[in-house]
């Protein structure tokens, strides 16, 4: 059985903001996260709080949905980030108190192949930059799970990511060494 995503959640369009060099508020744009939705660089406050109302500003387990962006994925914003502002480029999905589902499972349902699959099938407003609407989203359904097999499969996806991490390194690693070798060869046959 399946659950549409209007029906665990309500789905926002957020917000265009003009930012500043300084201010108490970070605007969360696509460009502040990699392809897995984790952040890549620290985060700058460049929004004045007195320009804004507090609705929007995000809560706690917001799944942030990059709808309109080169490439489309879901990230849960945590409030560690401190007080934080979705940009336009993101659908914020708030999920509903009764539905069993973890925020992080519902990004990375979002972020699987499948999802990317119906995204280009029903999207009609493709130009250059696609961009999902939120009926697109609302319609999306997602497989009812228990929250111990959810919480098994964040497991997977975790240590799975921590593999990527962990191989990538090592590639990085992997390239000094051999180049290290390279050049000292090359200074020892200038001997």
Known sequence: MKNKVKNIAVVQTWVFLRTWKKGSVTYLQAKHFNDYGDLREALIPDLKIEEMSEKHLLQNWDILFSAKWTRNFATVYRSEYWLCVASSTFL???LNS???YIPEFVALILN???????FRENNLTWTTVQSISKKII???EIWIIEIEKQEKLLHLYNLHKKQIEILENLMIKKDKLINSIILQYNNHDND
Do not use: G, P
């Open 138 to 140: 609302d319609d999306f």
């Open 98 to 100: 009764e539905s069993n």
């Open 92 to 94: 914020v999905i708030r």
């Open 112 to 118: 699987n192949f499948q999802a990317s699959q119906y």
